[in-house]
C-alpha cells in the first residue's frame, strides 16, 4: 500500500507512464501525472480517475516539457513551493528514434529528454527527496543499451546522428546515472534503481514507419507478442512501492528481478564522467565542457 506517499511520474499521459500511475492509485498513493500536453495528460488523467474512483487531489496533472531545461525549472519550483514531501519520482518519459531535432536548449532530443531532462528533474527535487526520506527514484531504461556508447566527443550528434544509437546511447546513460547517483546517495534514505520494462505494446513507435498494408499484420503480431501497458508497468511500480527493494541501491531489474547488467552501464569511471558533463550540460555547474572532455 502506498497510502499518504506521493509520487511523481514523467510521461504518464501514455503507455506505461499511465498504466504505472493507475497502478500506483490502485494502491492508495497520490500521483502527480509530469506531462508535457495538459490536454493529452488532463484525459488521461479523468480515464485514470473513472477506472480507479481516485479525486482530482489523488490523482493530478503538472506540466513539464523535458526538453525544455526553463520548464524543468519552472516544474520543480512549483512542486517544491507547493508539496511538502515527495517520496517517489519515476523517470518514465521517453522519445524512441524521433529523426535529428534539438531541444529548446540544443540537444539532441533522445539524450536531451531521456537523460539530461530527468538529470536536472531528479537534481533539483533530490532535496525535497532527501527531507521526505525513506524516498525513491525509478529509472526506466531499455535492454537497447546494450547497443549505445557514451561518445563523450559528439554527445550533441552534431558529427554524425543515428536514431537507434541515440536511443541507445541515451538508454545507456540512464543505467550510468543510476550507477552514479546511488553512489551518491549511499546513506541518504534515498534509493535509485532502474529497470527495463520488456517489448511493450505503446505509443514508443510513433517516429518508426510501418508500411500501410504491413500495419494490420504489425497490430496483429503485436497484440499477441508484446506485453501490455499494464504488464510493462509492473517493475516500476515494484521498484516504487515494494518491501522487497527497501534500501536495495543502483540495481537494475526486469520482470521485478535483479537483471545481469553489461559492464559498460556500471563502469564507474565513465558515471562519473558523464555525472559531471550532464552538470555542466544542464547548467548547474559552471566548467567549460571541452575542459571536462580531456580532464576528467
Ligand atoms: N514500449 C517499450 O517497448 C519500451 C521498451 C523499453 C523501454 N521503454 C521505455 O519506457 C518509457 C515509457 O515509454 P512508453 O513505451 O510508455 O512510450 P509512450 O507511450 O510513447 O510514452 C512516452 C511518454 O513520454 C512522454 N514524453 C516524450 N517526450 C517528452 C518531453 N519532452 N517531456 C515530457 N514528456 C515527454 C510522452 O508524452 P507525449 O504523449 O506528449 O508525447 C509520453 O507520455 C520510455 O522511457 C521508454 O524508453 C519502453
Not at 523535458?66 to 508539496?83: G, M, N
Not at 557514451?150 to 543515428?162: A, K, P, R, T
Request: with cysteine.
Amino acid at each position: 500500500m502506498m497510502q499518504g506517499k506521493t509520487v511523481i511520474v514523467t510521461g504518464a499521459n501514455s503507455g506505461i507512464g499511465k498504466a504505472t500511475a493507475a497502478a500506483i492509485v490502485k494502491l492508495q498513493g497520490r500521483v502527480i501525472m509530469a506531462c508535457r500536453d495538459q490536454t493529452r495528460a488532463e484525459e488521461a488523467a479523468q480515464d485514470i480517475r473513472q477506472e480507479t474512483g481516485a479525486d482530482g487531489r489523488q490523482i493530478m496533472v503538472k506540466q513539464l516539457d523535458l526538453a525544455s531545461l526553463r520548464s524543468v525549472r519552472s516544474f520543480c519550483e512549483d512542486i517544491i513551493k507547493e508539496e511538502p514531501q515527495l517520496h517517489a519520482l519515476i523517470n518514465n518519459a521517453g522519445v524512441y528514434q524521433c529523426p535529428y531535432t534539438k531541444t529548446e536548449d540544443g540537444f539532441e532530443m533522445q539524450f536531451g529528454v531521456n537523460h539530461l531532462g530527468h538529470f536536472l528533474l531528479t537534481h533539483l527535487l533530490m532535496d525535497l527527496l532527501k527531507r521526505s526520506a525513506p524516498s525513491r527514484i525509478v529509472v526506466v531504461s531499455s535492454k537497447l543499451y546494450k547497443h549505445g556508447d557514451i561518445n563523450f566527443e559528439d554527445l550533441d550528434s552534431e558529427q554524425f546522428y543515428d536514431k537507434a544509437f541515440a536511443y541507445s546511447r541515451s538508454k545507456l546513460a540512464n543505467l550510468l546515472f543510476t550507477c552514479e547517483l546511488a553512489r551518491r546517495l549511499e546513506g541518504s534514505g534515498v534509493t535509485v534503481n532502474a529497470l527495463t520494462p520488456g517489448i511493450v505494446r505503446t505509443n514508443l513507435g510513433r517516429h518508426v514507419h510501418i508500411p500501410v498494408l504491413a500495419k494490420p499484420l504489425f497490430n496483429l503480431i503485436s497484440r499477441g507478442l508484446l506485453k501490455s501497458p499494464e504488464e510493462g508497468a509492473q517493475t516500476s511500480v515494484y521498484l516504487a512501492s515494494s518491501l522487497d527493494v527497501d534500501g536495495v541501491q543502483g540495481k537494475c531489474f526486469a520482470d521485478c528481478k535483479p537483471l545481469e547488467l553489461l559492464d559498460k552501464a556500471t563502469d564507474q569511471e565513465v558515471a562519473s564522467k558523464l555525472w559531471d558533463i550532464s552538470e555542466v550540460m544542464v547548467g548547474v555547474r559552471v566548467l567549460s565542457r571541452d575542459k571536462l572532455r580531456g580532464g576528467v
